[in-house]
């Protein structure tokens, strides 16, 4: 005796898989050629799948309201030797998995047996073309799959695809995942993946950096003066609230063809705490002096490391400062929060020789690197570049800080 | 003038037609019919690759009536729907089954579903879309045969009521008009374009009161009546073949399967099918024949089982042949000249 398989069909051009609704025979029923065996539902129709030549029903191996891809072996007809030969011979048969080459069904089965704790997909073994490395294509099952794991386009771009031009498909994630359950794997704080949102957002955008050394001999001397000390992050954010009540625009953001200028002149400054960074923001910072604001600044950096930011020194500011040199660093290339144009940083002091025109000799001076982070398409470099040199004009001024 | 006057004496001008081309039409018709049938199990039974079958059924008697009224020579570029017209115009069943069943040796190797064949070098043009652009590329087809000074040839191609709502349609209309070409243009209204009814699709009364606009002779048929059919058909074709310029024929039928088989046309109206416009032209014939006593009922049945074992047949031996392989396919683009009329092998 020979069995040949009754498979499910390709219902549709667009269609992958479809659901058993009902089984019209069972194992030991005679069946002829075309005669309905049972009926399936995809989601734009309910069709029948026919028996594809005379015989007994052997096995029904489908389960009902069970969804199969296309060419799953849904059940077998047991069949005399005339009628196996009758049959599409096995050089002609299989036409769907020989487009779907033997390399990828051998490895199709695995992530099914390999991952856990996580939905599986009810259908696997067609190539579906997806997007990762680009903006291109990526088809609604592999959304719906990402959508369901909670994953984003960036965490693909690690995947080589295997699709048509280069495209990941739905195997090359399933294989991709199954291969990251042999690592350790640990939870990313809310914190973490906070950060990498609004990094990827913020990412859409062209960003360039402008950067530009600054003595900082003048302002270590203001500081001495004042009580309690202001950091240097406070000097800069009230230069950059000075350089942009003079002309906002450089903070301003453009959507569509529009500028959208800064309603005030509030900043915000990045503020280092477990697994993520803080902006608390100090409003109108341009009517407020450098030695009223020592005091309210100290407080938000407390606050924002035990995660207290009150309501009013969170959000709506226009740029942010980051202070990268207390790491040390005495360059970087921040990226500005999705919602602003800048990011204006500075980087760790160091003793550097300064050319004394009157002495006419290099005398030791302390200097750091400030760093214009922007969004290119509002700014720039020239406009960077003035930007920057009127907030190093002003840091070399700290009395009118 | 013959064409000022055509829609309305179509019938007493074309003689009535005979007993041997009615048969000849039902026996192609019968053989499309058992041929959509296997398709549809077939394609249910997964043995289809591609993921479109599109039947013809309830359209057959419009369909083999374009069908038998061209002659070798002529042009055909017929709808995803006509089955019987290909039959009818020359091609054989295992043609048919190679294309649908990916077969290598089929008309387009393996490489196409079953919409998109034909035989250009014998005037049999392979489909593009079935949505208007074949009436250009028959008008140029048309256009070269006369620079050849080819004359008393046809080229004919079919819509259904959907494709007239495009741009195509209008282009290559406006087109055929102005060059008097000898275009027979072949709707069959069949209701739905997939499932947008009549309704939603034309606002006009009949899609033949747009020929005028074009410069066409109209000619409107139940698209159910074999015997009419053949008669206005015959009677475009002869026009059009005379120096009469482009006819454009519009046939009411309903059609009678989904718009692929993957569509349970679930949204037709009941309604529909219960009025005269949703009867089976297949069993009218059918009827036709045994009250004209042309056939016994015991001939009908024959004839049915001699189709069967035709189809069943092919189908045996097409499945045999290899589909092809990816490995070993030449996936170079060919050149059309060489299927093209008179292009080197």
């Given at each position: 005796m020979s069995y040949v398989p009754i498979v499910m069909p390709q219902?549709?051009?667009?269609?992958?898989e479809a659901t058993?609704?009902?089984?019209l025979v069972q194992a030991g029923d005679r069946v002829v050629a075309d005669q309905n065996l049972m009926e399936v539902e995809t989601n734009k129709a309910t069709t029948t799948v026919t028996s594809?030549?005379?015989?007994?029903?052997?096995?029904?191996s489908a389960l009902c309201h069970q969804s199969y891809p296309v060419g799953a072996v849904l059940g077998q007809i047991q069949v005399s030797e005339e009628v196996a030969q009758s049959q599409p011979s096995p050089n002609a048969e299989p036409v769907l998995a020989r487009i779907v080459s033997p390399k990828i069904e051998a490895v199709v089965k695995e992530p099914a047996q390999v991952r856990s704790g996580v939905v599986d997909p009810t259908v696997r073994g067609l190539p579906v073309p997806a997007n990762a490395s680009g903006a291109s294509y990526m088809s609604p099952r592999m959304k719906a799959r990402m959508a369901e794991l909670g994953l984003h386009a960036a965490d693909l771009s690690g995947i080589a695809g295997?699709?048509?031009?280069?495209r990941v498909t739905i195997q090359d994630l399933e294989i991709f995942l199954s291969n990251l359950d042999k690592h350790r794997t640990t939870q990313a704080s809310t914190m973490r993946v906070a950060v990498a949102d609004a990094m990827r957002r913020s990412w859409t955008r062209p960003l360039a950096t402008v950067s530009l050394p600054v003595s900082l001999e003048a302002l270590l001397a203001h500081r001495?003066?004042?009580?309690p000390k202001p950091g240097p992050a406070l000097y800069l954010l009230r230069a950059l609230a000075i350089a942009l009540n003079e002309n906002s625009a450089p903070a301003g953001r453009l959507v569509g063809n529009k500028l959208i200028h800064p309603a005030a002149i509030d900043l915000g400054f990045a503020v280092e705490v477990e697994d993520g960074v803080l902006v608390p923001v100090l409003r109108?910072?341009?009517?407020?002096?450098l030695k009223d604001l020592v005091t309210r600044y100290n407080e938000l950096v407390n606050l924002a490391r035990q995660r207290k930011?009150?309501?009013?020194?969170?959000?709506?500011?226009?740029a942010t400062v980051t202070n990268?040199?207390?790491?040390?660093?005495?360059?970087a290339t921040p990226i500005p929060l999705p919602e602003q144009t800048l990011v204006l940083g500075m980087g760790a002091g160091r003793i550097a020789p300064h050319w004394d025109e009157v002495q006419q000799r290099f005398i030791p001076a302390m200097e750091a690197n400030l760093t214009l982070s922007f969004d290119h398409r509002v700014l720039d470099g020239g406009g960077a570049g003035r930007l920057l040199s009127r907030i190093a004009a002003l840091m070399t001024q700290p009395e009118l800080l | 003038m013959l064409s000022s006057v055509s829609e309305v004496s179509a019938a007493e001008i074309v003689p009535q037609v005979s007993k041997d081309e009615y048969l000849r039409a039902f026996r192609w018709l019968l053989l499309a019919r058992v041929l959509d049938e296997k398709l549809a199990a077939l394609y249910r039974a997964g043995k289809?690759?591609?993921g479109g079958v599109y039947l013809g059924k309830g359209q057959e008697a419009l369909s083999v009536s374009v069908g038998i009224s061209l002659r070798t020579g002529d042009v055909y570029a017929p709808l995803i729907r006509d089955g019987a017209g290909r039959l009818a115009f020359g091609e054989t069943v295992v043609e048919a089954l190679r294309n649908c069943l990916g077969s290598v040796l089929g008309p387009m190797r393996g490489r196409?579903?079953?919409?998109?064949?034909?035989r250009p070098r014998d005037g049999y043009l392979p489909m593009?879309?079935?949505?208007?652009?074949m009436i250009s590329v028959v008008n140029g087809v048309l256009m070269a045969k006369r620079f050849k000074g080819q004359k008393g040839v046809v080229g004919a191609t079919c819509l259904g009521?959907?494709?007239?709502?495009t741009g195509a349609f209008h282009e290559g209309l406006n087109q055929a008009g102005v060059e008097r070409l000898p275009l027979v243009m072949v709707v069959a209204?069949?209701?739905?374009?997939y499932s947008t009814p009549t309704s939603r699709q034309?606002?006009?009364?009949?899609?033949?009161?747009r020929a005028q606009g074009y410069g066409f002779t109209p000619h409107s048929v139940d698209g159910t009546n074999l015997a009419e059919c053949l008669k206005v058909l015959g009677h475009a074709v002869a026009l059009a073949r005379t120096g009469n310029g482009p006819q454009l024929v519009v046939a009411s039928l309903l059609?009678?399967?989904?718009?692929?088989?993957?569509?349970?046309?679930?949204?037709?109206d009941p309604r529909l099918k219960e009025?005269?416009?949703?009867?089976?032209c297949l069993e009218l014939s059918e009827e036709h024949l045994l009250v004209n006593s042309w056939a016994s009922k015991q001939e009908l049945s024959q004839w049915r089982t001699a189709a069967q074992r035709a189809v069943e047949e092919a189908v045996a031996l097409v499945q045999k042949e290899p589909s092809p392989d990816p490995y070993t396919e030449n996936w170079c683009a060919l050149q059309t000249g060489r299927f093209a009329e008179g292009g080197s092998k």
């Open positions: 219902l549709g051009e667009s269609i992958a058993v609704i009902q089984i594809p030549c005379d015989g007994f029903i052997g096995k029904i295997s699709g048509a031009g280069g001495k003066t004042l009580d109108s910072v341009e009517t407020r002096l930011l009150p309501k009013e020194a969170t959000g709506g500011s226009i990268f040199g207390t790491f040390g660093l005495t360059w | 289809i690759p591609g196409d579903g079953n919409v998109h064949r034909g593009i879309s079935h949505l208007g652009a009521e959907g494709g007239t709502s209204n069949n209701q739905y374009a034309f606002a006009c009364k009949s899609l033949a009161d059609r009678l399967c989904g718009h692929g088989e993957h569509d349970d046309a679930s949204y037709i009025s005269e416009i949703g009867r089976d």
